[in-house]
């Protein structure tokens, strides 16, 4: 049952079009590593130690999102499908950045003298010097199985640093004591990247995933439950700023099924409604930043002047959508339309960034983050960037790009919304603007107490009985 | 009568003021130098953080999220810290320990 019930809805949004499959029971996995023994005979020497049970696996992980950070992309306007794409190569205005232009390096001092060897790739699980997207037996070499698998992982042996030669490295913690507690990821090692991208703790996606602020991980469940990879292949939703994709969908029905209520009026709206809509009612973390005017910190380096909320503590916006995305340099946001039959309303989180867009074309401009971290100086950072790319004669001018998020966590049962929380005069949703007319509102009584009144009396009443 | 009035008042607000002391937090940016727990599943630790001024001081850590950072090593001595705390009972208790914001 347990099984049955994991899959379901941590990860993105419900995929209104396809449909997951329910996923079959799978036995438990053993209680303890059956490698133990070995480690402690041969000790740990990375992927080589794995491979002697888990032949093969480190070669298949270097075709994995997590390790390429790109992966083709088929559902969004305006990229090209014979290539990938992801936070290697992307322009979007919430990093404003991308493993590219912001590789891991050791930036200019800042005005106190201080430097740090920062970058967006960061958190790719290698060494930089075999970093995203590299293949071959030094890559596969150079997997840090660990920092996912290992429950007891040194993160102070994770720091990034110079070599003899000055390449940039990144440090893994090896040791025997860690491997010794490899089994499935916990919360914490998904979390220790996926909660602090875009710029600290609960930026970017602004859910926290605890017991507190989700009904799963209340009932003890963790990331790999729902998001349980095959072959490393992480299966994930549709999000319309989430491209990269391992191939592999989940979605709520996995689990739930279609008609999870056992109330047909309830069910009755599956066929609109994706489920995150009534039971995820909140979305949190960064509503808006500005990459063209950094704020000083009192280390004396600077970050993106960035406006933010806490779990929680934001309310989603509505929207129909497909699958499919709007991408250009002002939107990034969900396509789809009432009565096209593979849309259905989902809550989104709604941002809004402030960067450079190149005067000529028109199109976003990236940044490297080294010089505006040091100085303040935005526009070295794209100059930097262009340089990079190599793009001549850019000519930046500020402009805002809006960006839908997929809003997928937070799930919970208790508070989900009620019939009086969309069908009244000041229900959440918006009726007219998803696409219902004045007469069908009224006619309907989309917006009336008389919709619902008889049967939430009547569940009232029963409370008290 | 006036003065009376405008007694009486600065004495009230001077009693509220006394009875609910809105204490703001201390603030400290400074290097971990040493970080003290008596075992990964620790209730409490203390953190010694030196600023730029050289001047060290003693955070009382007691939440679960750092304690847990400080059993990992995610917060490690070298690491710059900005801290926020309070003065209770003699220690000074952390109400927020953080590393520095921004992207890295």
Known sequence: MRTLVLAALAAAPLAAAPAAP??????????????RDYIKENGYQGPK????CHEGTARKFLDTVHWKHASKVTNVEGVDPKREWGMKNRSYTF???NDIVNNLKEIPANEKGKSKIVGCNSCHPG???????????????????????????????RKAFKTADGQVAMGQDRSVEAALTVGKPTVKACMTCHEAAGGGPLVKRGFAFDAEHDVHAAKGMVCVDCHGAKDHKVPTGFDPNNWANDGLRLSCAGCHGEKPHGDPDYDRHTAVLACQTCHITTTGGAVAKDFTSWTKLETGFYEPSTIKRAAADNRPAYAWFSGEVVNTPHLIGPKGKRGDGKSKIFPFKVYEGHAYFDRTTGKLLLMDFAQPTATGDTKAGVASAAKTLGLKNVDPVPGWQTIYFANSHLVTRTKALTCDRCHSATGVLDFQALGYSKAEIEKRGLRGAG???DKLLKKEQGKDE | MKTLRLIAAAAVAFALAAASPAR???????KVTKIEMSGKDAKVATATLQDEAGKSVVITVEDKVTLDKF??????????????????????????????????
């Open chain 1, 22 to 35: 329910p996923k079959p029971a799978l036995p438990p996995p053993p209680a303890e590593h059956q490698g």
């Open chain 2, 24 to 30: 703001a937090d201390e603030k400290v940016l400074g």
């Open chain 1, 95 to 97: 990093c404003n950045a």
């Open chain 1, 49 to 52: 130690t794995c491979e002697v």
């Open chain 1, 127 to 157: 060494n930089h010097l075999s970093d995203v997207g590299s293949t071959g037996p030094e890559a596969e070499a150079a997997v840090d199985c660990l920092i996912c698998h290992a429950s007891s992982y040194d993160y102070s042996k």
């Open chain 2, 71 to 104: 059993a990992d090593k995610r917060i490690t001595p070298g690491d710059e810290i900005k801290c926020k705390y309070v003065v209770k009972d003699g220690k000074n208790v952390a109400t927020f320990f953080k590393k520095p914001g921004g992207c890295s």
């Open chain 1, 451 to 453: 919709l619902w009144f």
